[in-house]
């Protein structure tokens, strides 16, 4: 009986996983954005980010997996230092 109750639970569970990205929203709620989210932030193609990337101009992390990440704090901070204000406003 416990058997079948842990194979259903489980079933569950991956539906779940499935359903709702668990690593994605446990990557939001530690401010980290992938290169589809960091691209749509800046309204470029995901190639440019991957660009700057190899060029080491934007701040990123490799996960465990081998992914690439981007600190939300680190790219609100590269924002603000590449941001030109227009003069006069």
């Given at each position: 009986?416990?058997?079948?109750i842990?194979?259903?639970?489980?079933?569950?569970?991956?539906?779940?996983?499935?359903?709702?990205?668990?690593?994605?929203?446990?990557?939001?709620?530690?401010g980290?954005?992938?290169?589809?989210?960091?691209?749509?932030?800046?309204?470029?193609?995901?190639?440019?980010?991957?660009?700057?990337?190899?060029?080491?101009?934007?701040?990123?992390?490799?996960?465990?997996?081998?992914s690439?990440?981007?600190?939300?704090?680190?790219?609100?901070?590269?924002?603000?230092?590449?941001?030109?204000?227009?003069?006069?406003?």
């Amino acid at each position: 009986m416990t058997e079948q109750i842990e194979e259903k639970l489980l079933k569950v569970l991956t539906e779940l996983e499935k359903r709702f990205d668990v690593k994605e929203a446990s990557e939001k709620s530690i401010g980290l954005l992938t290169t589809e989210q960091l691209a749509k932030r800046w309204e470029v193609s995901p190639n440019k980010i991957k660009q700057m990337k190899a060029e080491n101009k934007i701040p990123f992390i490799k996960i465990g997996d081998g992914s690439i990440r981007f600190p939300i704090k680190d790219i609100e901070a590269f924002e603000a230092r590449n941001t030109t204000r227009a003069s006069g406003l």
